[in-house]
């Protein structure tokens, strides 16, 4: 099981995870929010396709409406 950091925090998903997972996992799919993996964006075309890995290093922000 790879072991990566979200946000801070240490998670270990099972082998061959993608983005897309992860994001159903934390009960975030269909939200605003942007996914950056190691210092790069994630763009929203490509989080079923893109694989997590050991070490990998996630910062997932979700946008907030107001005024």
Do not use: C, F, Y
Request: net charge negative; glycine share 12%; proline share 4%.
């Amino acid at each position: 099981m790879p072991q990566l950091t979200v946000n801070g925090e240490t998670r270990q998903l099972p082998e061959g995870s993608t983005v897309l997972q992860l994001l159903e996992q934390l009960q975030l799919v269909g939200k605003r929010l942007a996914v950056e993996r190691n210092g790069d964006i994630v763009p929203r075309s490509a989080h079923a396709t893109t694989l997590l890995l050991e070490g990998d290093a996630l910062e997932i922000v979700v946008a907030v409406g107001g005024g």
